[in-house]
């Protein structure tokens, strides 16, 4: 039994329908990539998964539970992490004080939780008095993850980590993710930085208008000249 399963899931927006019988896995200390072209309905799973979507019809377990319909809140102290790809840090907090607000729910575990995270993402060490609005694009999107992070979830789901970062941050995001399933965190991930996303992936989803396309270890779908040429630009 993967570490979620989700099956058949069905949900969107008001009465619209995004997700169309979508069915993915994701197991502790793997890293799992879906990819598409945009309004394929990939940041529309991360949320449905979250419990920030309505969720029509399907299942949705973690850790042997269904988790369909729950509270995000109710998820997060589950151990399921979730970073949207914006608003995801407090800019006029800064970077020691975001860390705080992802221990709030147990702040026993905020001095354990920094040391893990300054150990990840070391350059932050010299950043904890900065207000994260200050900080870079690449250096925001470390807060967000190293605070996602706190309560040691068991899987942390990534919306678009690498988006308009330069070739030097996504590369450190990408080591950075294969350190975090290296520990044996789950990492489910949605990219559209496709090709390097791939390359890192021990399982790739390749969603289409809201339906499964194709699931694959991330380098077979490289390989694949029709997933190529289809999701991969060529």
Known sequence: MAL???????????ETDILHGVDL??????????????????????????GLVRIRSGRVRFAGEEIAGAASETLV????????????VFPSLTVEENLAMGAYARPAMFREGKDRALALFPDLAAKLATPAGRLSGGQRQMVAIARALMLQPRLIMLDEPTAGLSPKFCSAIFARVQEIARDGIGVLMVEQNARPALAIADRGVVLAQGRNRATAPGPALLADPDIGRLFLGG
């Open 25 to 50: 896995d994701a197991d502790a200390g793997e890293v799992v990539v879906v990819v598409g072209a945009n309004g394929a309905g990939k940041s529309t799973l991360m949320k449905a998964v979250a």
């Open 77 to 88: 102290l589950r151990g399921l992490a979730y970073v949207p790809q914006e608003r995801n």
């Open 4 to 14: 979620l399963e989700v099956r058949g899931l069905v949900g969107g927006y008001g």
